[in-house]
T-cell receptor
């Protein structure tokens, strides 16, 4: 158990809908990262937050957004969902940049 | 653009048969090279971070090494429970933005047969 908690574990939704994925980082970790894993693209970095502030953006679509709250938990919002957004979404957290721990992921299926 | 290439894509070994997985990388300035283990449907499990050429780290039957262009994950006398996908990732020094995101390879799917 990495200590990073993600909910929900599984989610099925229809095209055009909006979903929110939630992440609780390990105790004391200020950085939260979001990644997307699909069969063809592998693990792709989406966005990083540090102590409530956006730190870096990777390959995140404009339809996607995230935030980190004062208690350090984070949410990833996915809107206007398309079939191609079906993937495993991971949250990761770190206290220092050289040790990054991943949660178990949220399976999103768009039908 | 940072790139990571892992080989082979898949590897099947007999129990006890040692081997190595390769990770070739190009990065503007290497801050760290990460190895993770991922079981099906699970999150990546952190194994090692290497920082400079010549560095080695060990954990049980695994040893990771680093050169200026590639990293190897050596598996000695593997057991069936070592079966998993092994992912390599690089972290570059941030160019002004402070980003710590990782660029991953597509992984090596390792199967250890009893």
């Amino acid at each position: 158990d990495s200590g990073v908690t993600q909910t929900p574990k599984h989610l099925i939704t229809a095209t055009g809908q909006r979903v929110t994925l939630r992440c609780s980082p390990r105790s004391g970790d200020l950085s939260v990262y979001w990644y997307q894993q699909s069969l063809d693209q592998g693990l792709q970095f989406l966005i990083q937050y540090y102590n409530g502030e956006e730190r870096a953006k990777g390959n995140i679509l404009e339809r996607f957004s995230a935030q980190q709250f004062p208690d350090l938990h984070s949410e990833l919002n996915l809107s206007s969902l398309e079939l191609g957004d079906s993937a495993l979404y991971f949250c990761a957290s770190s206290m220092t940049p050289n040790t990054i721990y991943f949660g178990e992921g949220s399976w999103l299926t768009v039908v | 653009e940072d790139q990571v290439t892992q080989s082979p894509e898949a590897l099947r070994l007999q129990e006890g048969e040692s081997s190595s997985l390769n990770c070739s990388y190009t990065v503007s300035g290497l801050r760290g090279l990460f190895w993770y283990r991922q079981d099906p449907g699970k999150g990546p499990e952190f194994l090692f971070t290497l920082y400079s050429a010549g560095e080695e780290k060990e954990k049980e039957r695994l040893k990771a090494t680093l050169t200026k262009k590639e990293s190897f994950l050596h598996i000695t006398a593997p057991k069936p429970e070592d079966s998993a996908t092994y992912l390599c990732a690089v972290q570059a020094y941030p160019s002004g933005g402070g980003a710590d995101g990782l660029t991953f390879g597509k992984g090596t799917h390792l199967i250890i047969q009893p």
